[in-house]
């Protein structure tokens, strides 16, 4: 599961709009 955060973190920083996406994947199994 880290490196999948890991990807969302890094569009996180490309797009404000990513962070709900982390969110999302946090949530994921």
């Known amino acids: 599961h880290s490196f ?3 990807i ?10 990513a962070v709900c996406t982390r ?3 946090v949530r994921l199994p």
């Open 23 to 25: 969110s999302v994947t």
């Open 8 to 17: 969302e973190t890094v569009q996180c920083a490309d797009d404000p709009d």
């Open 4 to 6: 999948s955060i890991v």
